[in-house]
């Protein structure tokens, strides 16, 4: 499975953009990414990501391709949420919730409370 974390800033961009928009084409790549490259350049990237399994095309329109990412936008936030705890929070994932929670612009609704009391309730009782 591809690994989004050995990716450039560039190719970073462009596969956040695929995630994001559910795909785009090549025109449509530089005018969301500031300090855009050439639109030779994004062709590149997006060569270099299918080649790194990272992106595909996912079908024409007239002249052009839609390209997209290869994994789920699910999975490919879960692997970025696992990396960024383990890189900056020791693996720690109760750290990391802490760091969120505790910010002074944290909206935590009385709802999201409630669903993650539920799921860790639901872990401990399946011994995760």
Do not use: W
């Not at 079908?59 to 994994?71: D, L, M, N, S, V």
């Not at 990396?83 to 612009?105: E, P, Q, S």
């Amino acid at each position: 499975m591809p690994d989004p974390v050995q990716l450039s800033r560039r190719e970073r961009q462009i596969l956040d953009i695929l995630h994001c928009e559910g795909g785009a084409t090549v025109a449509r790549v530089p005018s969301l990414i500031p300090d855009a490259p050439t639109d030779m350049a994004v062709r590149r990237m997006l060569h270099i990501l299918e080649g790194k399994g990272h992106a595909k095309r996912l079908r024409k329109e007239g002249r052009e391709f839609i390209y997209g990412a290869t994994q789920s936008t699910a999975r490919t936030g879960l692997k970025a949420l696992r990396h960024v705890i383990d890189t900056f929070f020791g693996g720690a994932v109760d750290a990391a919730l802490a760091a969120h929670l505790t910010r002074k612009d944290a909206n935590l609704t009385a709802d999201q409370a409630a669903r993650i009391q539920a799921l860790i309730d639901q872990a401990k009782q399946e011994g995760r």
